[in-house]
């Protein structure tokens, strides 16, 4: 669905921060993107979604260039979910409806579509009962409620997310990633950077795990752990636990064992 | 109450506190005017009734151009808080009053036999100087202080400008000295055909684009997700919050600080949707201007001082506390 065609990325007269990458994401799949902080993952996510643009190689969506789409057009086929630093003071519903906008004519209002779809986005991710509240006013869990609903509302098929779950609890992490998981059941292509190695290797069906700019392994998460590349570029062991089907992870420092 | 019900409310107060602040402006003054003593000289058709003509050719122009410019600075400096995303910008800290200011004098002294241009070299000078301060000012990383301080010295060497015009063409702005801190006496209907017409225009737009500030709000990034062309809607917020700055700048002077305390005020009474923002600072900062201007002629009568140094004398400290309440959320 996603391709990506030997794309470098540089700021300014500094070395290139992404090198070669060349990879593709799957429809209906949740992937993760993981890597030790300035191995460049939010830097991809970023070139994909169109904030940055690559200094050389594509970016390809349904075979076309999204560097060549019109904003609205891209708008209604990907959303995104940034790191909010600075929450609005706005209305958890007037958020959601922001949602909304690439698929308005310009200086038109909600049409009754619209508002049942803002409906139903709040109802998805239970911010019903808060929906008249101030953004600023709500917990981290509940703001991240709201952002995703207004993911939602904007109709896409695919949804970025950079970072969800930073700066929240550890059951509210969780929550998120049900939701998560639960949107990709509902047929939407995720597409996520993450820093917990936990929370990727159970939430994801492919993880893609880079270093220094590249990709230096990527599949399933079972074939990630094999490959050892966690234990390497994070300088970590990994321990495996089995109970029933299920496995487990745990991480320690190398020096300890 | 919900959000929309109290914006809606917010933007009636403000509209009865306009016409209220309107009644007051021509019937206050060094001389006192009833109403009753103006209908009967105006239905009478006496035009040389002191009261009519006290009302129709003193006061009149100077309530409009208080409106005219109250309404267009306070829009203008919600605009810019929008759009920098800094609840410390305003048209004369950051410095866009100065540019207007400055294109005016030059406008005064090298072509004085061309009115229609104030308005127009205002609203480049504004637009110029805004675009300049996003150019140094805005970035990544880049803190809510620097925005300002980039702005006071953009003020200082614009202000510098200004000086050197005044001295080396002292005729060319009669009452320069009034222009420099902002006043409204001596405005004639006249003067203000051209900005009028701005203001207008300027005032259009911001409505228009009251939807693309909220969004803006919400971060760059966010924004251009959701499909907008963040360049092209940032342009065209400062180069509408330039128009309304510019036009004021041209009849008005530098008047400062209404483009702060007026969408603060509002902001804190409803938030910050720019749906109802946008028009209640309008006619909320036309009242404001109107009132204020009314105390600066009747609290010293006979004499009067220009409106810009009362607005200075509210505004400073108001600009004090912003900084220090926008340190202490940085702190959070």
């Known amino acids: ?257 | 109450m919900n959000s929309r019900k109290k914006g809606m409310l917010m933007v009636f107060c403000t509209i009865a506190l306009t016409i209220v602040s309107i009644v007051l402006g021509l019937c206050l003054g060094s001389t006192q005017v009833s109403p009753a003593d103006f209908m009967r000289a105006f239905l009478a058709g006496d035009i040389t009734d002191p009261a009519y003509r006290i009302v129709i050719h003193s006061r009149l122009p100077r309530v409009l151009g208080a409106l005219l410019a109250g309404s267009a600075l306070a829009v203008s400096g919600a605009i810019l808080q929008a759009v920098l995303q800094n609840p410390l910008a305003s048209p004369n800290i950051i410095g866009v009053n100065s540019g207007a200011g400055l294109m005016v004098l030059l406008c005064s002294a090298f072509l004085p036999s061309h009115p229609a241009l104030l308005p127009f070299s205002a609203f480049l000078g504004a637009l110029a100087t805004a675009m300049l301060i996003f150019a140094l000012a805005m970035g990544p990383g880049v803190s809510r202080i620097t925005l300002v301080l980039t702005g006071i010295a953009m003020s200082s060497i614009l202000g510098a400008g200004m000086n050197c015009i005044m001295i080396l063409y002292p005729d060319a702005y009669i009452g320069a000295s009034t222009f420099l801190v902002g006043g409204l006496s001596g405005i004639t209907l006249k003067s203000l055909n051209f900005p009028v017409a701005y203001i207008f225009v300027g005032l259009v737009l911001a409505m228009l684009l009251r939807r693309d500030m909220n969004i803006i709000s919400l971060g760059t990034e966010t924004a251009r997700s959701l499909g907008m062309s963040v360049n092209v809607i940032r342009f065209l917020l400062i180069f509408t919050s330039a128009i309304l700055a510019g036009a004021a700048v041209s009849f008005a002077g530098l008047i400062g600080f209404v483009g702060l305390i007026v969408p603060h005020a509002i902001r804190f009474l409803i938030g910050n949707d720019n749906h109802y923002l946008v028009p209640a600072s309008a006619f909320g900062g036309a009242a404001f201007v109107v009132l204020c201007d009314v105390i600066s002629r009747v609290a010293f009568a006979p004499y009067e001082i220009p409106v810009g140094i009362l607005l200075s004398f509210i505004g400073g400290p108001f600009f004090i506390y912003l900084i220090i309440r926008n340190r202490r959320s940085n702190h959070d």
């Open chain 1, 1 to 257: 669905m996603i391709k990506l065609e030997n794309v470098c990325y540089s700021y300014p007269g500094q070395p290139n921060l992404l090198q070669n990458i060349t990879t593709s994401f799957e429809e209906y799949k949740v992937t993760s993107i993981l890597g030790p902080n300035g191995c460049g993952k939010s830097t991809l996510l970023k070139v994909i979604c169109r904030l940055l643009q690559p200094s050389s190689g594509k970016v390809l969506l349904r075979g076309e260039d999204v560097h060549g789409m019109k904003n609205k057009e891209l708008a209604k086929q990907v959303a995104l979910l940034s790191q909010t630093n600075h929450p609005p003071e706005i209305t958890v519903e007037d958020l959601v409806a922001y949602g909304r906008y690439p698929h308005q004519k310009y200086g038109q209002g909600l049409m009754p579509q619209d508002k049942q779809i803002i409906d139903q986005a709040l109802r998805y991710v239970k911010a019903e009962d808060y929906r008249h509240r101030m953004v600023n006013r709500l917990s981290g869990g509940q703001r991240q409620r709201a952002y995703i609903a207004m993911a939602l509302a904007q109709d896409t098929d695919i949804i970025f997310l950079d970072e969800p779950t930073t700066y929240l609890d550890i059951n509210i992490r969780f929550d998120i990633m049900e939701l998560i998981r639960s949107l990709n059941e509902a047929g939407k292509t995720i597409i996520m950077v993450l820093h917990d190695l936990n929370l990727a290797l159970e939430y994801s069906d492919h993880i893609i795990l880079m270093d220094n700019g590249m990709i230096q392994t990527e599949g399933s998460p079972q074939e990630v752990i094999r490959s050892g590349e966690i234990d390497r570029i994070f300088n970590i062991k990994t321990h495996l636990f089995k109970e029933g089907t299920q496995t487990f992870y745990h991480f320690s420092k190398p020096t300890l064992y």
